[in-house]
DNA sequence: TTTACTGTACCAACCAGACGGTTTATTATT
DNA sequence: AATAATAAACCGTCTGGTTGGTACAGTAAA
């Protein structure tokens, strides 16, 4: 695969996105992610041989980029809990918060596509319980965590933007010092 | 309202869960909700003038059992935050763990039908920063609490029946505390 | 007590449009 | 020329919603 079906596939994959925070994850129609990519139906599926293959795609870029994202805060010198919620809040910052909507657009299709993102919570949870010395404390930080995420895809959250904020920074604090 | 309508609504709308558990948020369906409920199209739509009008009854019911099952724990003495979390894991033991199901439903079929939940939302912060004196604590374990029920309905828990267990009766432990 | 009428609850058949996916043809890139 | 990429027309199926109608309970006049 060369770089410029590299850059189509991003760009395909970023239209199906738009289309689900927009429309409704269950929305995300061939017809409408080619329009809003601005490719045809023929060419999204040169790419990605299904529609089921499309979401795929998007799991495991949402997937991957998280972990990437948290990887690097660890080789920082961050804690695994630290690094988390850092992680967290990076993709909620971004231009891009469409990123999550992959789950719900996976949970609209087919529930068994988000299997890849339960195998990602259970790599995180065992780093986290490592490193806290299972530590009850530390799981329910990365439960807060990942309902501040949850709410935001969803469009359900009950805070504003700086009262989000400062809990992220409360968060952060307790898990400096809940870790070693 | 009849009786005998409240019924057959109240069937229309578990046969509706039970789809959008089975075969995904978005394959709510008329067609496949009739089948499954044993009524006819027609006859849904006899009950609901539209499939939004279902998806929003869904909704309300997520709601309304929600706050009910609150409200009871409350009048029995437990604090805001207690309540809530009883409330939930009463919600998840349920034969109809479907019930939160209606929030992906409504996810798939048009984002805003999820207002009544932020509202909700929002009630439950308010009375929880209330009673704790806006402890930032109280707040992480209401996210912990959503949290895991966002990870049951979306079937992606890292964590076994008896781990979950353990941290619910943890998060009691931890709200009596924070209390007065 | 029969009769006629009304409203509720439901259904089978149908429709126009949208759906995922295929095919075929055409254009860029190498 | 060979291959990668895109487009457009099309197919069978499914979609939400409409239609006209049936079954039946109540009820009120005869």
Known sequence: MNKRAKVTKA???EAALCVAAEKGAGKVTLD?????SGFSKGGLLYHFPS???LITAMVQQLVDDTEAGRQQLLAQGDNALTAMIKAHARLTEQVQGNTAMAILAAA?????????VQQACQFLLQDIN?????NPEAVLLMLACDALWFQDMLSI?????????QL?????????ELMP
Chains 1, 2 share one sequence.
């Open 168 to 176: 992220l920074q409360y968060m952060q604090r307790r898990a400096k």
């Open 157 to 165: 959250s009950p805070f504003t933007a700086q009262q989000k904020e």
């Open 32 to 36: 409408e992610v080619a329009k809003v």
């Open 108 to 116: 609209a299709e087919q529930p068994g596509l988000l299997n890849p």
């Open 51 to 53: 529609k089921e293959a």
């Open 11 to 13: 760009q395909i994959i």
């Open 130 to 134: 490592t490193e806290s010395g299972d």
